[in-house]
């Protein structure tokens, strides 16, 4: 099936590569947000972008009804979703897990929480290691949001409503207003009423964002940005698994017959509550210079508690929980300066981010009132179908507050110079060379819980650690036309020992993890209307750590694939968005499959425009089956879903869309966080939206 599915590829690329049009059209989302902000000349269309990237638009997010980074990240080639235990965005990028590398308008936004989309102008994954732009981390790609601002000139305001057949709803009003010729004022607000398939799940988000755009004269911009969010909702951590058969040698498989069941109290839930403040200066101090200063500052405050099956003898679900708590405040300082040549430009610029991090975390405790055991610890077992009494009917009492697990207290300096050059080196070579270095010094104090059941601090360890990196790229691109291009190119990027979320060190008398990306690719852009693109890669990871007998080891992975993607206008009545992603994995020490790295995915948007009046288009999305843990313990097996969408559009300044999701009603289990922690796929699902422009 795999093998026929390539082979019409081949034949449906094979066909439109030939194809003509009459019409150029401009074509949104063709230019990154880095290459807008650095830039001389006109921004860098992504065809001189030496690296697979993928670019969705407040338009597309509209139109195929996506309500969050996981919806968008269905219909990328290269990247799909994890669980995130049912608290946050989590990916796989090219084979590499991350909760951490998002990006809101280039500037790091690491937290772990569920991000909005009301205030996006476009979101763009950028795919393999890239240091260079965005500092460490990054490592198998990364997602950057960017936001709208007020634009000055234009006065408008726009409101969306909508409401699904699960219960949820949403409303979001996006106005602005051009105060004067030289000041704007846009503000962006947004409410969500969650729900889906799932027992108990509910919750809201929240958000507004005011933004101010003030022309100094003509050579100077400032722009301002607050943005408050607050959100709530319930935390869903799925079904257990089973063997399917009862043979020894079978991996397990989500339990069809428990998919109806949510594991957990009302206490699983999530908050978030954040604001961010950001400021921006663009100044044009010559003909060919320009600097560009961003100053933001967040203060973060997430909570999440949660039951979760830990594991399942067939009648049984054992049950374990926590609280978990993330202060977490962020200064960054970015700055740059562009000079461009006659043969290109150049960038040098220096980042500052100073964030510091406090963590604590609760394990749950049960107490049977009734049993003759109490105080059975922060687990107990249940039967399958009532979890909120034990497996002898006894009901069980439960608190978060009593046994504390871990604390620690993070203090995180980065220090980052950067240096990046676009060379023209003749009408048909472009080079791309640069690299960053960063200084990352990090302290942390760590603590655990006293002995047996207590809520008081033991300091285990206080310890710190500077690490450096130089991470290089170097891209070569050969264009033998102007819109089509060839490439090839080398990046690096880095994790030090305090991982992602710099809650405790992971062997920290080792160097960093690197990450190597070397990449060929191919892009034609048919005449303005059309994108294709492929690209090979070869990515290698190389970790230090202890090898349990005293001793130490480097192990790593490598993967390698590659990417399909054809985007754009057939013609002036259809239009296609299709992308397809291969992915071979293994461990570089060792032997065995990667979990959570289908070999195989693919996706389909197509629409075609009956009139002006009304346009239908249908959407499919595949994933190949998938290890969720270790080697054939437990797997997901592959899915095939099919969506559809209509828009009605009466007049230039009112819209309606009907959006379908899963339209055949297929059982899946898109991801699982652990192995008795399967995620339950969304059935049929009808949302109705009114967009009204004034």
Do not use: C
């Amino acid at each position: 099936m795999k093998n026929i599915f390539k082979i019409i590829v081949l034949v449906f690329v094979a066909s439109t590569m030939f194809a003509q049009q009459d019409e150029e059209l401009e074509v949104k989302g063709n230019v990154l947000f880095k290459d807008q902000v650095n830039s001389m000349k006109p921004p860098v269309p992504i065809i001189n972008v030496p690296q697979a990237v993928s670019i969705v638009t407040d338009e597309d997010i509209l139109n195929q009804g996506f309500r969050a980074l996981g919806d968008i990240v269905r219909y990328v080639p290269g990247i799909h979703t994890t669980q995130g235990e049912g608290h946050r965005d989590a990916v796989v990028i090219r084979g590499v897990r991350t909760t951490a590398d998002f990006y809101q308008n280039g500037l790091r936004d690491d937290v772990q929480y569920y991000r909005s989309l009301y205030n996006v102008e476009q979101v763009e994954v950028l795919k393999g290691p890239n240091a260079l732009l965005f500092g460490r981390g990054g490592t198998g790609g990364l997602i950057n949001r960017v936001s709208k601002k007020a634009l000055i000139g234009e006065t408008f305001t726009n409101m969306n409503v909508g409401f699904d057949s699960f219960g949820a709803g949403d409303f979001a009003v996006d106005g602005n207003i051009e105060v004067n010729d030289s000041v704007a004022f846009r503000l962006m607000v947004h409410s969500d009423s969650l729900a889906n398939h799932r027992d108990q799940y509910d919750g809201d988000r929240f958000g507004i964002n005011p933004t101010m755009t003030f022309a100094v004269n003509s050579e100077t911009e400032i722009g301002l940005s607050l943005e408050y969010l607050d959100h709530e909702r319930y935390i869903d951590r799925g079904i257990p698994t089973s063997i399917i058969g009862g043979a020894s040698t079978s991996a397990s498989r989500p339990v069809d017959a428990l998919n109806h069941i949510t594991y957990g109290t009302d206490g699983n839930v999530h908050t978030t509550e954040a604001s961010i403040l950001t400021g921006t200066l663009v100044h044009n101090y010559s003909d060919s210079g320009k600097i560009n200063l961003t100053v933001s500052s967040n203060d973060f405050n997430k909570m999440y508690q949660n039951l979760y099956v830990n594991s399942y003898d067939g009648t049984n679900v054992q049950l374990k929980g926590y609280n978990d708590v993330t202060l977490r405040e962020t200064t960054t300082i970015a700055f740059n300066n562009v000079n461009a040549f006659d043969r290109g430009t150049l960038t040098v610029g220096l980042d500052i981010i100073d964030t510091d991090n406090e963590n604590t975390r609760f394990n749950s405790w049960f107490d049977n009132e009734n049993a003759a055991e109490r105080n059975i610890d922060n687990h107990f077992l249940a039967t399958a179908t009532d979890f909120q009494i034990d497996k002898d009917g006894n009901r069980t009492a439960l608190d978060y507050t009593s046994d504390l697990k871990t604390h620690s207290t993070t203090d995180l300096e980065v220090t980052s110079l950067y240096l990046n050059g676009n060379i023209d080196l003749s009408d048909q070579w472009i080079m791309v060379l640069g690299a960053r270095y960063e200084q990352v010094d990090t302290s942390i104090a760590y603590s655990e819980g006293a002995s047996g059941r207590s809520a008081v601090r033991v300091l285990k360890n206080t310890a710190s650690r500077d690490d450096s990196n130089v991470s290089p790229r170097l891209g070569l691109i050969y264009k033998p036309q102007e819109n089509m291009s060839l490439y090839l190119s080398y990046s690096e990027s880095f994790i030090p020992k305090s991982g992602e979320q710099y809650k405790k060190w992971s062997a920290a008398t080792f160097d960093p993890d690197v990450y190597e990306n070397t990449e060929i690719g191919f892009k034609y852009d048919m005449d303005d209307r059309i994108s294709m693109s492929f690209a090979y890669f070869d990515q290698e990871t190389v970790k230090g750590q202890e090898d349990g007998i005293g001793g130490s080891e480097v192990i790593g992975m490598a993967i390698d694939g590659f990417e399909i993607g054809i985007a754009g206008e057939v013609n002036d009545q259809n239009s296609i968005n299709f992308g397809l992603s291969s992915v071979d994995a293994t461990k570089s020490a060792g032997s065995g499959e990667q979990k959570e790295i289908p070999e195989l995915t693919w996706s389909l948007w197509y629409t075609h425009r009956a009139s002006d009046l009304f346009s239908l288009s249908f959407g499919a999305l595949y994933q190949d089956d998938q290890l969720i843990n270790k080697e054939n313990q437990a797997r997901l097996d592959d899915f095939t879903r099919i969506d559809m969408a209509m828009t009605i559009t009466p007049s230039d300044s009112d819209t309606v869309r009907i959006n379908i999701e899963n339209l055949s009603d297929e059982t899946y289990y898109p991801h699982s966080h652990s192995t008795h922690q399967a995620s339950v796929g969304e059935p049929l699902n009808v949302r109705l939206s009114y967009q009204k422009t004034f």
